[in-house]
């Protein structure tokens, strides 16, 4: 269905935002313009869920998850940040393998089975988007993915 993916995004961050036990503080850098596009809400749910999961679950007291939506040609780009622990370079696209942790006894201690970002890769896929990541080890994590995206042409209602 088509959604404002602006307003389903704070609605996300807001259940977030109230549920957290961390001292963890979350930063909002969304386009204050309606951005429609057609997702099935209930996956994209599970991707942002997934996703700002792990932010939490991998910050550190203190730090701060910040919240993007960028708009560029034809798609969105949806970004996630933490200040946490990082991913080593050479581990960066194996996080979004089924199983894939990167440092297991760090993974055993705070749970989870390793299929959250395999999960969330699929589901961005079936959207017709990417879903890749970027961090520097003990500064922190940014997820980012794309959906396709057409800005309404003003002549179409004309
Ligand atoms: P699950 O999501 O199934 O509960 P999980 O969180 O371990 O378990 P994924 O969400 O798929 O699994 O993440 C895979 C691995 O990538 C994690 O085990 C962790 O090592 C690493 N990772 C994911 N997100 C972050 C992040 N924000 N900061 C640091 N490491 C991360
Ligand atoms: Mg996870």
């Known amino acids: 269905e088509w959604v404002n993916f602006v307003e389903f ?3 996300i961050i807001d259940r977030f935002e109230m549920a957290k036990q961390q001292n963890v503080t979350f930063k909002r850098k969304l386009p204050k313009a309606e951005i429609f596009v057609e997702i099935d809400e209930d996956k994209m749910t599970q991707v942002l869920y997934n996703i700002i999961s792990n932010a939490l679950k991998y910050s550190p007291e203190g730090g701060q998850i910040t919240f993007k939506v960028k708009e560029l040609n034809e798609k969105i780009e ?8 990082g991913i080593p370079k050479e581990n960066l696209k194996k996080i979004f393998e089924r ?8 993974s055993r201690k705070l749970g989870g089975t390793g299929l959250g970002l ?8 079936m959207h017709g988007g990417n879903i890749w ?7 922190g994590t940014t997820i980012y993915f794309t959906l396709p995206y057409e800005p309404a042409q003003e002549d179409e209602w004309l």
Do not use: T
């Open 133 to 139: 990541a970027s961090s520097k080890e003990g500064k």
């Open 118 to 125: 395999a999960i969330a890769k699929e589901m961005v896929k």
């Open 99 to 106: 199983f894939y942790r990167v440092d297991k006894a760090r």
């Open 9 to 11: 995004f704070h609605h």
């Open 78 to 85: 949806v970004s996630i940040s933490d200040q946490g622990v």
